[in-house]
């Protein structure tokens, strides 16, 4: 089964360097959404196995762990990362539902190309939206 992941509130550039990312490590398609309302709309749309939300988003400058809080209070929301380089966003996100994520920096560590796969390809139907 196909991975999908929908990317939220990254810079071209930014999104495209983690959707080279997915695609190598996972074989993953990855949807762009420039804002939060884009976001939203596409996640209510699709059907995603993964939402990663830059901490501020880029195409309307809003918070990305409130947009994590909002997601994770829908009742059929597949697992979302905030993608940041700062632990205390990390944190902020982990405690409003988001899964440890990771950072621009990080994408080369083995560590979050495992976490990715145990989380994806080991039970790709758990996380999919219907």
Known sequence: M???VLS???CGFDHSSIA??????LQA????A???AEGIKKLAAG???LVLVNRIIDGDGSSGIDLVAKLRAQRACPPVM?????P????AAMAVGAIAGFGKSAMSDPDVARRLKDLLISAPESPARS
């Open 47 to 49: 059907s995603y196995h």
């Open 29 to 32: 398609r990855t949807d762009a």
């Open 8 to 10: 939220i509130g990254q």
């Open 2 to 4: 196909p991975v999908n």
């Open 88 to 91: 205390e966003a990390q944190a």
């Open 34 to 36: 420039d804002t939060a």
């Open 82 to 86: 905030l993608v940041s380089n700062l």
């Open 20 to 25: 080279r990312f997915l695609s190598r490590t």
